[in-house]
T-cell receptor, first 113, second 115 residues
């Protein structure tokens, strides 16, 4: 119930391609879904986030698609660049959880030039 | 503006030794967290604090203790280190909620090896 399942574990994309990372959850009490980006040797940092009353959110080349009925959400990176090479974590939060994000296991993205 | 600072950056311990990891934040955040990151396991919450003088257990608290004597500091202690505690430890802080206007701010981690 408290898990967030993330796939794939690793992803290799050519420069200019689209990177897609998928996450699924079961707890319908989750009401906030952020994505964090982590570069090697650094801590994760918030990339983009969405609430379940919205089906899509776009910020530059990054888009979250949210399917409430399927309890799935995904991150799309358009025109992927080598600088996007990082580990991406999806996460979920529910009200009253005192900010305790439930993280997916992460996806290591490599964008080849 | 330093954000979240973790010390030390690297440490090697022998089994049974003890150590304390220090996390300091200068953003006046109420909430602070300790996570561990292991390959293929993602980020797992060890302990967290919602204010000075308060602490609570997360998903994987066994073998660790914490203290929050000052608002800006959150200490993680290992009383008797075990090889299973070899990991990268991240501290994070936020305003209450972890919500859109209060994301988690992470430090750059402490890489701990227990031999």
């Amino acid at each position: 119930q408290q898990q967030v399942k993330q796939s794939p574990q690793s992803l290799i994309v050519q420069k200019g391609g689209i990177s897609i990372i998928n996450c699924a959850y079961e707890n319908t009490a989750f009401d906030y879904f952020p994505w964090y980006q982590q570069f090697p040797g650094k801590g994760p940092a918030l990339l983009i986030a969405i609430r379940p009353d919205v089906s899509e959110k776009k910020e530059g080349r990054f888009t979250i698609s949210f399917n409430k009925s399927a309890k799935q959400f995904s991150l799309h990176i358009m025109d992927s660049q080598p600088g996007d090479s990082a580990t991406y974590f999806c996460a979920a939060l529910y009200g009253g959880s005192q900010g305790n994000l439930i993280f997916g296991k992460g996806t290591k993205l490599s964008v080849k030039p | 503006n330093a954000g979240v600072t973790q010390t030390p950056k690297f440490r090697v311990l022998k089994t049974g030794q003890s150590m304390t990891l220090l996390c300091a934040q200068d953003m006046n955040h109420e909430y602070m967290y300790w996570y561990r990151q292991d390959p293929g396991m993602g980020l797992r919450l060890i302990h967290y604090s919602v204010g000075e003088g308060t602490t609570a257990k997360g998903e994987v608290p066994d073998g660790y203790n914490v203290s929050r004597l000052k608002k800006q500091n959150f200490l993680l202690g290992l009383e008797s280190a075990a090889p299973s505690q070899t990991s990268v430890y991240f501290c994070a802080s936020s305003y209450p909620g972890g919500r859109p206007n209060s994301p988690l701010h992470f430090g750059n981690g402490t890489r701990l090896t227990v031999t």
